[in-house]
């Protein structure tokens, strides 16, 4: 195997033989070019040519051993020739009795009694432990060619059965792998002195194994590599005794022949030399196997589809270089395990890196890995972060090998990429990085401060040395919050200097210790953090661990702490709480050391003196601090104390009892002076809140019942209801006062006061709105406010002024910067926003949205997705009407437009052809579910025709009705209609027209196009030319050039002084931006497309993003898109035919179908979407 010995056998079978031969020392090993045989692991490589490795193999050991083999094969003409048993060996490695080497000892002895049965009964035993029923008979292995009878096989295995042995469930399989792998091991061993080196059966069961890794059946793969790969490892193992032995021999022959000629023992050295002769030829032998192995299997497997396959190989080849580094510890085979590190899978990924880290935990093993290590350092980085944390683990732990055995291998950047992983939730990663981090920054110092001898007793240098740098780590960690989380990462490998609490306190109480504020604070918490890991023995709250108990040696240990960390804690607790009294973050992590220690000291060992000195400072800190941490920590530690059991309880208690009656009666007396004060003074209000606090506290941990503060505290709450009835008529005068002030700035002259005064209304109506009563608070409802007639005029009237502006008057584009521009259409999205939100929350009737929906097309670049966020929450909270609002939205258009235009030739202008893209937009809002729309889209029709024919000519006129051409609208809606309901519609229709002139009516284009429309035979696309295709033709075409036209004459179509009565307005506000979340998140269970909305953009760059590049949509010329969509909507209602079969046949009742479901609450949905400004939407 080895690259610098070379075999005569592997001379003489010329260049055939190269093929076998491992990977010459001359190829680039860890190129990139090489990297890309891990693309191939996507894709299954197994090769079926009839001139693959397994075939030459065959062909070679067939000659090699052709005489051997015509006297083990019978000639087939012995009559006593019968079936061999074949599950007897299967069997016993399946029941695993008895011990393996009595097992192979067994097998060798029937196969020298009979080598071609014994030979059969080992193929039969790796064909069955594929899972294949079928065997190999002796005419087979006679008469057929190994790729033949590997067909056979693969004919006869059936792959679904699931009969696996390797992975099947159940106990007596449980440990049949093991067995397996156990057998192979044995076999090698037990023929290494004999058997293994006559070539048959030896090679021909490689050959066999070759030929099945070569299988397009899974289990012939897997199984004959894993029996490959273990036999390959035995051979290692083999040549690795086999060399030390040539070279034992070798030293002895040297030795021989360097005696005197007088001393030389001829016949000695003849044997010598005759071993070493033996020795390697064997060596040659079993060189030959190795590489049949590798370069028939392993090159292959190691990247095969099934991910156990690859696991399989690197794990095995991982166990090659360490068994025997001087054949294999070479970048030939290293890059191997290179490519594999970025596998796709975690169990291959895991395979690789505990192999590195057997090599790099020999540090003579990993000065020959540099160039391994500098070309895929990077990779092995990269994995701290994978995304399992058990491959995570192991990566962290194999750095940890580099840093120790490889010295100034990590740089500085790649080491901080492990330093935050001490603060992750995952233990096992934490501890790992902790460790890390230990033989990278504490290691180097403390040790060597460490005094001589067997022990190696750390000196107090040294632990002032770990103090101060765990000290910079975690101040320089940003994370001063989580010292526990550091001391739990530490704990495994830095035990001893965290438990040296007598070194950590000497530093906190003296007085030159040179150490700011922040590192004081956070040497306590890692003071405090210590002591309750060694107190309770398991990991902070919040990170995993796999442990479900300690062992009886953890529970030992960690009561000797208890009692070692109160022996020297209690007498020094005092001290630091005087010492730190002040500042309220260090008090509170200080008394939180009395959960810790084991208080029976105080008694045991006479510690009563230490006790009165903590009582005292427990009231003092009780006294001087109001911050709840600290007066929960204080009650806590109290109530440890004050346990009937401790002898010391009545001290505590009348302690106890002083501190409670000094509260109560500070708390009685400011509270007669609250209740004869007739005004609330801000010191006295005060004072008794801090007062109430502290009772609080120690309610919370004690029984204060025989103190009756109930009945002052009643009181207290009753006096603070009456006050509060009068504050709110108050509040809501005052606020009533206000939005008049603001109203009348409304008609100031300078915009920006228009502006301010239009937000701040809009804050006060969405904050008094009927919302603020949800969630039980319905004492405010007082404080509810609904707007006057008037006051939603004016915030219409400014709505339209300030936001539906015609495209040209946002800006030149040339006079301004384009982050300008920008910024004056965020500010208009966010009035819009506030306006709905208002509909939304019910401050306004829902029907004012009709003058947001029809402005939805043609202001879609700007304001298109906060239309459509408000369409969709306005059919959440009431289906019927919002199909009604946008009925009424498309009339107050086409009366707008008549007004304008007249009667006449309407389809034709521009304006009318934007309307038929609104309606269309519309029709799409209704989404898929055409079954659950079906009574709104019914009665959107039935209110459609009724308009339409509103308005009848003279009975002697032939001329349209004015509104007819609203049917054109109307026949948008057409493809979300069932045929059922299309042909009511018809006969609605024409029970309408029998009003008007009989011999015009159907003659008229908007009736025929809407007759095309409701056809039940032929959809919108096979409409006749003369009607529906003509209109259409020209929507495509006349809504893609309203894209690029300013359409001045549609300036007057926006105000407000339509025929048709408009709904009150009103307006709203952004308000408490950072609550809000974005319009383009959806919820479950809604129809309709889903929101693209691009992320909010803060400050600076949201402002250098161009207008045209965040806005702009561009239109198909072609109609293409168009074209698809009504495709799909024909489509859809050829698709629904059937699910008509399944309802009701009374198709009469759709009048009455104007079904409301449940109206939701609109904060349950999250509307305060509505208040992004910077989102970017699709089409419907």
Known sequence: MPNSVSSPSQKSVGSAQKALSPCSPTSLSCDDGSSQDTAQRSSPSVSTSEDSDFEDHSRRNVAKHRKKRSQIIPSGNNKNESVLPTNDLFDAVKAAKSDMQSLVDEWLENYKQDENAGFLELVNFFIRSCGCKSTVTPEMFRMMSNSEIIQHLTEQFNEDSGDYPLTAPGPSWKKFQGS???????????????????????????????????SQVRAFRHTSTLAAMKLM????????????????????????RNKDPEQRALERLESLLEKQKEFQENQEEIEEMMNAIFRGIFVHRYRDVLPEIRAICIEEIGCWMQS?????????????IGWTLHDKHKEVRLKCVKALEGLYSNQELSTRMELFTNRFKDRMVSMVMDKECEVAVEAIRLLTLILKNMEGVLTNADCEKIYSIVYISNRA????????????????????????????????????????????????????????????????????????????????????????????????????????????????????????????????????????LAEHLIPLLPQLLAKFSADAENVAPLLRLLSYFDLSIYCTQRLEKHLELLLQQLQEVVVKHVEPEVLEAAARGLYLLCKPEFTFFSRVDFARSQLVDLLTDRFQQELDDLMQSSFLDEDEVYSLTATLKRLSAFYNAHDLTRWEISEPCYQLLQKAVDTGEKQLMSLKKRMVAFCELCQSCLSDVDPEIQEQAFV??????????????????????????????????????????????????????????DHVQIELLHQRRRLLAGFCKLLLYGVLELDAASDVFK??????????????????????????????????????????????????????????????????????????????????????????????????????????????????????????????????????????LQHVSKARSHSWGPVTTYYHSLNPVENTA?????????????????????????????????????????????????KRRQSLRLVGKRQKGRPGPELICSQQLPGTQRLKMSSAQYFQIQCDPSGSGLGKQLTQLSLMEEDEEEELGLMDGSCEEWQGGDKQLRSTSPSEHGLDLLDTTELNMEDF
């Open 180 to 214: 397996f792998c156990e057998f192979v091991k044995t076999l090698v061993y037990q023929c290494q002195y004999g058997l293994l080196y006559d070539g048959f059966p030896m090679d021909d069961l490689i050959s066999l194994l070759i030929g099945l890794s070569d």
């Open 233 to 256: 490892t035995s051979l290692v193992r083999v040549a690795l005794r086999l060399s030390l032995h040539k070279e034992n021999n070798q030293r002895q022959y040297e030795a021989e």
């Open 324 to 336: 025997y580094s001087t054949s294999f510890l070479n970048d030939s085979y290293l890059k191997y």
């Open 429 to 564: 990663m934490a501890s790992s990085a902790g460790e890390f981090v230990y033989w990278k920054i504490f290691y180097p110092e403390c040790e060597a401060k460490a005094v001589g001898g067997r022990e190696r007793r750390r000196s107090s240098q040294a632990q002032r040395t770990f103090i101060h740098l765990l000290l910079a780590f975690f101040m320089e960690s940003e994370h001063h919050n989580h010292a526990a989380y550091l001391v739990d990462s530490l704990w495994d490998c830095a035990q001893s200097y965290l438990k040296d609490w007598e070194s950590l306190t000497s530093l906190l109480l003296r007085k030159d210790q040179n150490l700011g504020d922040m590192q004081e604070r956070m040497l306590i918490e890692i003071l405090v953090s210590s002591a309750r890991q060694a107190a309770e023995g398991h990991p902070p709250v919040g990170r995993i661990t796999g442990k479900k108990g300690l062992t009886a040696k953890e529970r030992k240990l960690q009561a000797y702490d208890k009692v070692k």
């Open 760 to 817: 701040l209304l809009s804050d006060l109506l969405l904050i008094f709105s009927p919302q603020m009563i949800t969630g039980g608070r319905d004492f405010l409802r007082p404080l509810v406010f609904f707007p006057e007639a008037t006051l939603q005029s004016e915030l219409a009237s400014f709505l339209m002024d300030h936001v539906f502006l015609q495209p040209g008057e946002l800006g030149s584009g040339q006079s301004q910067e």
């Open 855 to 992: 402005h939805y097309s043609k202001f879609y670049e700007d304001y298109g997705d906060i239309i459509k966020e408000t369409l969709t929450r306005a059919r959440q909270i009431d289906r019927c009407q919002c199909s009604r609002i946008l009925l009424l939205s498309l009339k107050q258009l086409y009366t707008e437009l008549m007004q304008e235009q007249g009667p006449q030739g309407l389809t034709e202008l521009p304006a009318f052809i934007e309307m038929r893209d609104l309606a269309r937009r519309f029709a799409l809002s209704f989404g898929p579910q055409q079954l659950y729309n079906r009574d709104l889209v019914v009665m959107l029709h039935k209110e459609g025709i009724k308009f339409s024919l509103s308005e009848l000519p003279p009975a002697d006129s032939s001329r349209e009705p004015p509104n007819l051409a609203f049917l054109e609208l109307l026949s948008e809606f057409s493809p979300r209609l069932f045929h059922q309901d299309k042909q009511l519609l018809l006969s609605y229709l024409e029970k309408c």
């Open 1022 to 1070: 096979e409409a006749s030319p003369q009607g529906p295709s003509h209109s259409k033709k020209k929507r495509v075409e006349g809504s893609c050039r309203s894209q690029g036209e300013e359409l001045s004459s549609q300036e007057e179509s926006l105000q407000l002084n339509s025929s048709y009565p408009k709904p009150t307005l009103t307006s709203t506000a952004v």
